[in-house]
């Protein structure tokens, strides 16, 4: 049995839940657009084609806002093949990730299922083969209420409201030799610039998220925000980061220790971009959007992983099956960590998105004609954006640790938490990394008098299953159950985790 105690104060708090924290991403990617948001002639779906099952699953998930249309993709898009008459718009090849795109489904039906999905939009511009003109064009056919060209095309293509879209990204990963139209740090960090300042003019209200790193191992990391925030400091708002976990060579304690590297990276850019705005003498902080996050077996598992040749793919196709990784148990506490390591920063960290939402990696499942479900992946995310309520405690954390060969020493016991003092909630998010033993936790509450405990939850390894069990359409093997070993004592929480879990308690208290 290995041990932890955490200790939480009533008033040491990290500011409230950012909402967008919750976020996901929707990309012209595979499977995750269409037949697994829309899918027309599904028996699911509704009048305009998208799934209700997956609707549904989307509103348990509890998503905040959405990152669209990409990615990768968005830096070979023309938004303008995505408007007007379906039967008029064109078929494109798609070179990110060698696939047809149809355009069937493009901005208005983006926006028409965001609305039924309660969702906020983050639109992503095209700075990979396009630049300022497309950007502020997008932002007044979006946004502007009419009376322009632009506009009243929009309203001709049958909105007459505005979309009003808030929140934009000023491209995709430009870092990466990947990307179309991959720039360095200077040639992107002008255009973003210029950019930036075109779209503004068009709508002062928007608020910008420009390019960081697509990874700490990129080998510009670091020095491209320094440039890029150089350039663009005054005219964004976040800067974004993207990392992408996975269990490698067997190493499943370095693999369960990802948050510890999510951790380093935040705190890594925030002190970039910080001393960016000390030595500009700025006065605006800049925040962080974490629009790509998630477990991707990108080079562990055999797969569609990177965008291969297109005889290797035996053609052009229109949404094959791209990187839809089936996640395990182990993956699910991965995810856990990662979401408390983002809540944990939630005072830097403005908007995170898990990528993707359906299909290409993704918590929700879809087959074509077929159901939707749950992955394992779906537990701590839908837990946490329904539980995290108020401002973010600030923990401290004593106990058994762990050594890993990527990550140096991590906290067997991974923690985070909320006090919502409106409702006298306060909630705990907890991992236990150890594949062995269980831990036992006490949380020491000062300020606060626990009276009661109103839902403790634990997602682990399931009877007669390992840690790589999986859900799949007939079988939902791994989820979430009553955590029994959970009481109050001596004005004190106390749980019992067993081996390879993430659990999540809820409290009642009252402040003292
Ligand atoms: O989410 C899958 C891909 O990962 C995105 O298209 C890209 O931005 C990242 O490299």
């Known amino acids: 049995m290995s041990r932890a105690t955490v200790t939480v104060d009533r008033d040491f708090t990290a500011g409230p839940v950012p909402r967008r924290l919750f976020g996901s991403f929707v990309e012209h990617m595979g499977r995750c657009v269409y037949t697994g948001i829309y899918e027309p002639g599904h028996p699911e779906a509704d009048e305009h084609g998208y799934r209700r099952d997956v609707l549904a699953l989307v509103n348990e998930l509890g998503v905040s806002v959405v990152r669209y249309p990409g990615g990768n993709f968005v830096s070979g898009y023309n938004w303008e093949d995505g408007v007007g008459p379906v039967d008029q718009r064109p078929r494109r090849l798609d070179g990110a990730w060698h696939t047809v795109e149809t355009n069937a489904f493009g901005l208005h039906e983006f926006a028409g299922w965001a609305r039924q999905a309660n969702v906020e939009i983050m639109e992503a511009v095209n700075l990979g083969t396009r630049g300022v003109d497309a950007a502020r064009a997008l932002v007044e056919y979006a946004n502007h209420p009419g009376g322009t060209y632009l506009s009243d095309l929009r309203r001709r293509n049958g909105s007459a409201e505005p979309f009003d879209i808030k929140l934009w990204c000023l491209g995709n990963e430009m870092d990466g030799p990947w990307q179309i139209g991959h720039k360095t740090a200077d040639e992107y960090g002008r255009l973003a610039q210029e950019t930036a300042k075109a779209m503004r003019l068009v709508d002062p209200s928007i608020e910008l998220v420009v390019c960081g790193s697509s990874g700490s191992g990129m080998p510009t990391f670091g020095a491209w925000e320094q440039t890029v925030l150089g350039h663009t400091y005054d005219v964004v708002d976040y800067v974004s980061l993207h990392a992408y976990y996975e269990e490698k060579d067997g190493d499943a304690a370095s693999f369960l220790a990802s948050a510890v590297d999510m951790d380093r990276f935040i705190e890594g850019v925030v002190a970039t971009v910080d001393a960016v ?236």
């Open 277 to 512: 705005r000390a030595r500009g003498r700025h006065r605006k902080h800049i925040n962080l959007s974490f629009d790509e996050w998630n477990v991707w077996y990108s080079t562990a598992r055999e797969g569609d992983d990177q965008p291969r040749s297109i005889e290797a793919r035996g053609g052009w196709h229109e949404h094959p099956r791209i990187i839809e990784d089936e996640y395990n148990v182990t993956d699910a506490v991965v995810v856990g960590t990662l979401l408390n390591s983002l809540l944990r920063h939630g005072d830097r960290v403005a908007i995170a998105n898990q990528a993707q939402l359906v299909n290409v990696i993704a918590p929700i499942r879809s087959e074509e004609g077929g159901p939707a479900w749950r992955q394992s992946i779906f537990w701590p995310f839908a837990r946490m954006s329904a539980v995290a309520r108020g401002e973010i405690l600030r923990l401290k954390v004593t106990g058994d640790r762990v050594a890993t060969a990527r990550h140096g020493d991590a906290d067997l016991v991974d923690v985070a938490g909320t006090w919502d003092e409106e409702t006298g909630r306060v909630a705990f998010f907890l991992a236990n990394r150890g594949l062995d033993d269980a831990a036992q936790v006490e949380v020491v509450l000062r300020g606060l008098n626990p009276s009661r405990i109103t839902r403790a939850e634990v997602l682990t390894v399931p009877e007669g299953g390992d840690r790589f069990s999986t859900n799949d359409e007939r079988r939902q093997a791994v989820g979430l159950r009553p955590l029994d070993a959970a009481a109050i004592e001596d004005g004190a929480l106390r749980l019992t985790l067993p081996a390879l879990a993430w659990a999540v308690v809820e409290v009642e208290a009252a402040a003292l």
